[in-house]
């Protein structure tokens, strides 16, 4: 069986607590396409550019600095020249920031702060919590954004003027079913 591990959601009122992931016969590797990523595509830049370094002397950017550093040196990853940045902020928690390589501005983006990872069998799909591509504005959770377990599932955000704004989300309850352990 092949099974990512996106963590448990904490609190999670959808779900009995259980260490064995949810079932899901959904197909992730359709809902993570090229197809869905390309309803969103960018134009890339041409060339490698070497991205600008990032601004951390202030706030959020400051506190953060030594893992935004080492994340915006990779340069871009998101929507044609933008990192995101993956800040540790919990056992299975990721706080995300979002640098602009060419200006070096970053973003703290309120609509998706943090992503609780979830435990699911992805039936080998290459899964991740959070899940986007350069060439693309679409940035999809599988997991519990901001700590919410109400919104324990897959949320789709799109990047407009320096915000992720939500497209739609699907429970993990319309995807997945409870482990056979935990059906009552």
């Not at 871009?76 to 056992?91: E, K, L, N, S």
Request: net charge positive; charged share 15%.
């Amino acid at each position: 069986m092949a099974l990512a591990l996106l963590a448990i959601a904490p609190g999670s009122e959808a779900r009995p607590q259980t260490s064995e992931p949810y079932r899901c016969p959904a197909s992730f590797a359709a809902l993570l396409s090229a197809r869905t990523f390309g309803d969103y595509a960018v134009k890339l830049p041409a060339g490698r550019l070497k991205p600008v370094a990032p601004d951390v002397r202030v706030g959020q950017a400051h506190l953060y600095r030594t893992a935004i550093r080492a994340a915006a040196k990779a340069g871009p990853d998101f929507a044609g020249h933008y990192t995101v940045i993956r800040i540790g902020c919990g056992a299975a928690t990721i706080c995300v920031a979002i640098a602009d390589t060419q200006t070096g501005k970053i973003y703290f983006p309120s609509a998706l702060r943090n992503a609780t990872a979830l435990l699911v069998d992805t039936l080998g799909a290459d899964v991740d919590t959070l899940n986007y591509r350069r060439n693309s504005r679409l940035l999809i959770v599988i997991g519990s954004p901001n700590e919410n377990p109400k919104r324990a599932g897959v949320s789709y955000y799109v990047w407009r003027s320096g915000e992720l704004s939500l497209l739609r989300f699907t429970p993990a309850a319309a995807l997945c079913s409870l482990p056979p352990s935990t059906q009552f």
